[in-house]
């Protein structure tokens, strides 16, 4: 029953962070409003690491800050940016169905990139978990709660989290999770700054209630609270963990229907199911 409910608490907070993201930007450009996320939470983090817990952890050398350089390049500067500045033209409830949908890409990238077998029931899983992705989001598409643009921005972001997953599954990583999530989240936020102080509107930007309440929820309960939780249930099982990532498109359907007031139709429940048995085929392997 604790692990039930720690999973249950895991994907609620997980599967928050689109709506979140929705009412941090009606406050500001969504490249500042990664980048504010990506001091916070790094700061806390190495913060964490290095003042309170200074015995435990060292500093990255050699050969690791390149490697924690290409991990924060795919998997905070180019994902979160991406996830974010699509948020402006999709909506909340597709952005956290695309989130369940990295494991199909991860096994397609590492087919390619580490030239793996690949199980003649996996591309029936990718299949059925892409279709279900498509017809979750054509009806968005036709009233105007997403456009091929910031799908196409999205689902670039996706396949550049999930080379950051295959490439972290590569490296035989000497860090502890901690040191490896803060430094990856601040070289992110550091590559991304000056795109930020670039090209984002900065002479709009209001420092509000909601922008900073946003921020907030986006750094401690996503980033900070669920991590732990996942860490935990990663922990206990790994296979039973990866189940509660298909609550995620269930919680970000009802988040963004309530507070956001997004439709919701035959097609989303359709297609949410054909995304998680797409994903529980996918990855049959593991569940037996």
Known sequence: MKNILIGLFFAALWASASVATKFGIRSADPLILANVRFVIAG??????AYLIQKDKNPLPKGREWLQLFIFAFFNTTLYLSAFVISMREVAAGIGSLSTATGPLFVII???????????????IGVVLGLSGAALATWPLLQNSYASVRGLSILMGGIVAVSAASVYYSKVKWQLPNLLINGWQVTLGGLMLLPFTIYFADWQHAHWDLQFWASVGWLVIPVSVISLQLWFYLLRQDAVKASLWLFLCPIFGFTYSSLLLNEPLSWHTFAGTALVIAGLYVAQRDKFS
């Open 109 to 123: 990238i590492s087919t390619v990139w580490l030239q793996r077998r690949l199980q003649w029931y996996e591309p």
């Open 43 to 48: 700061g806390l983090m190495l913060g964490f």
